[in-house]
């Protein structure tokens, strides 16, 4: 058995990550907000905060609120639920409209 030293070991390795093509490397990443699911209206956080998964006042939508960055047409990811995404016709006390 024949060994390999590490000068060629960092050659092959090399040589492997180049001929991986950038395009398939990022596929293999994970969507970072696709993934995450939607707030629960029962958490702690969103009963806090009086959320609710329909606004009830519709020129208030957290689409509409400095919080909120759009991840598609219908919801996107809020700072105050970093672990979750709102609908885009969602609402909660913490609503700061966007400057117009
Ligand atoms: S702070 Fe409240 S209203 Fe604003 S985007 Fe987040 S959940 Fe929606």
């Known amino acids: 058995m024949s060994k390999i030293t590490r000068r060629q070991f960092n050659k ?11 395009s398939v490397l990022i596929a293999q ?17 969103a009963k806090q ?4 998964a329909v606004t009830p006042d519709e020129g208030k939508r957290c689409d509409g609120c400095l919080l909120y960055a759009a991840a598609d047409d219908e919801k996107g990811k809020c700072s105050i639920f970093p672990a979750n995404l709102v609908p885009a016709e969602a609402w909660c006390s913490a609503y700061a409209p966007k400057p117009a």
Not at 29 to 45: I, K, M
Not at 49 to 52: F, H, I, V
């Open 49 to 52: 905060l009086q959320y609710a």
């Open 29 to 45: 990443l994970p969507s970072q907000a696709e993934d995450l699911p939607l707030v629960d209206p029962e958490s702690a956080t």
């Open 12 to 22: 092959l390795l090399g040589t492997g990550i180049a001929a991986i093509p950038a």
